[in-house]
């Protein structure tokens, strides 16, 4: 299995702090994405890369920005973190052709702003 | 916003039983993922369906993708306390873009 590391798994801040959420990975794959798990509205899209220095918006971005200056790690900031972005944050990566690009998750980031 | 809809959003049976799941959208998609997900761990991928009509068999699961490339199920024979779980799917409305996924189907089999 693909290896896939998100750091840190829990985190409490506080309103307005900046906040930066780290996916790591071993395999080299070229596609990551940051994901929202929230109930009652399931997964959904923050951003995506498609390499080195490659990103774009997803379904729902705003507050959020991505950096990706080496192919193994893939950085979400908070701007300014709010009461609204508490959530579990989801990072994947795109498997390859032999793996019919099934998604590999890591075991998730569950932020609260207080 | 594609919408992929699930149903039923929960599901609580009892050991032995059968169930289906449904996920149906009013777009195309180039394929159709299935994940499982624990609790405070990530989806974990059971399978991918990619031809219009495809069976997929996994043990006591069978995945079924429309004619139309609209829709997909889920079957599960003779559910086990440890099929319990919350199930997503996801499509991509074409290749290299990113999957779009379900709210989920919460299942719980009791024994």
């Known amino acids: 299995d693909a290896g896939i590391t998100q750091s840190p798994r829990h985190k409490v801040t506080e309103t307005g702090t900046p906040v930066t959420l780290r996916c790591h990975q071993t395999e080299n794959h070229r596609y990551m994405y940051w994901y929202r798990q929230d109930p009652g509205h399931g997964l959904r899209l923050i951003h995506y890369s498609y390499g080195v220095k490659d990103t774009d918006k997803g379904e729902v971005s705003d507050g959020y920005s991505v950096s990706r200056s080496k192919t193994e790690d893939f950085l979400l900031t908070l701007e300014s973190a709010t009461s609204s972005q508490t959530s579990v944050y989801f990072c994947?990566?795109?498997?390859?052709?032999?793996?019919?690009?099934?998604?590999?998750f890591g075991s998730g980031t569950r932020l609260t702003v207080v | 916003t594609q919408l992929l809809e699930q149903s039923p959003q929960f599901l609580s049976i009892q050991e032995g039983e059968n169930l289906t799941v449904y996920c149906n959208s009013s777009s195309v998609f180039s394929s159709l993922q299935w994940y499982r997900q624990e609790p405070g761990e990530g989806p974990v991928l059971l399978v991918t369906?990619?031809?219009?009509?495809e069976v997929k068999k996994l043990k006591r699961l069978t995945f079924q993708f429309g004619d139309a490339r609209k829709d997909s199920s889920l079957h599960i024979t003779a559910a086990q306390p440890g099929d319990t779980g919350l199930y997503l799917c996801?499509?991509?409305?074409?290749?290299?873009?990113?999957?779009?996924f379900g709210k989920g189907t919460t299942l719980s089999v009791s024994s």
């Open positions: 994947a990566i795109k498997g390859a052709a032999l793996a019919n690009y099934g998604y590999t």
């Open positions: 369906v990619v031809t219009g009509g």
């Open positions: 996801a499509g991509d409305h074409q290749a290299g873009t990113a999957l779009i």
